[in-house]
T-cell receptor, first 114, second 115 residues
């Protein structure tokens, strides 16, 4: 099983550029989410989805868009990259949307904005 | 609102010694509690979780944690660590009843096992 797959693994962007971080899961999970990990700050929730067609904002949604057109995919779009968005991004999924369900994480995308 | 405090950012420990990684939380509602581990250049993996019931929770790789409601703590312990336990450990909480499996993480504790 592939689990949660994130692409690309590394990316360098110039300020103002846009890009999409891809996340796909093959476990038929209802819930998917995006986190960013910054030194000394742990992981913070950007956006999440409890099912196809349903998305909502997390703690730090500004500068990011998401959509969930299929159960498998949950792309994260940076509209106009800023140096403050330099971070490691993790996608996670869980079988159910209910709290307490084990979350499965991808290996991360390391993004640098120059 | 929820917050999670991991009191130690780095913990060095000798191989085969015991270790305790501390986690305290604050929340206006009851929460579920988790410990996740992140090995170098990997995503996070669930070690253990507390939802209800017995306050002593056993997880994978010989780790256990104890929920203490009065002290709002959920400390992680292992009686004898191995080199392979070197990793970053995150404590997290999730409020039930919101309809979403959102996690709120602490800042992490880097455990280094010294041979």
């Amino acid at each position: 099983n592939a689990g949660v797959t994130q692409t690309p693994k590394f990316q360098v962007l110039k300020t103002g550029q846009s890009m999409t971080l891809q996340c796909a899961q093959d476990m038929n999970h209802e819930y998917m989410s995006w986190y960013r990990q910054d030194p000394g700050m742990g992981l913070r929730l950007i956006h999440y989805s409890v099912g196809a067609g349903i998305t909502d904002q997390g703690e730090v949604p500004n500068g990011y868009n998401v959509s969930r057109s299929t159960t498998e995919d949950f792309p994260l779009r940076l509209l106009s990259a800023a140096p403050s968005q330099t971070s490691v991004y993790f996608c996670a999924s869980s079988l159910q949307g209910a709290a307490g369900t084990e979350a499965f994480f991808g290996q991360g995308t390391r993004l640098t904005v120059v | 609102a929820q917050s999670v405090t991991q009191l130690d950012s780095q913990v060095p420990v000798f191989e085969e010694a015991p270790v305790e990684l501390r986690c305290n939380y604050s929340s206006s509602v009851s929460v579920y509690l988790f410990w996740y581990v992140q090995y170098p250049n990997q995503g996070l993996q669930l070690l253990l979780k507390y939802l209800s019931g017995s306050t002593l929770v056993k997880g994978i790789n010989g780790f256990e944690a104890e929920f203490n409601k009065s002290q709002t703590s959920f400390h992680l312990r292992k009686p004898s660590v191995h080199i392979s336990d070197t990793a970053e450990y995150f404590c997290a909480v999730s409020p039930p009843g919101t309809g979403a499996n959102n996690l709120f993480f602490g800042t992490g504790t880097r455990l280094t096992v010294i041979p």
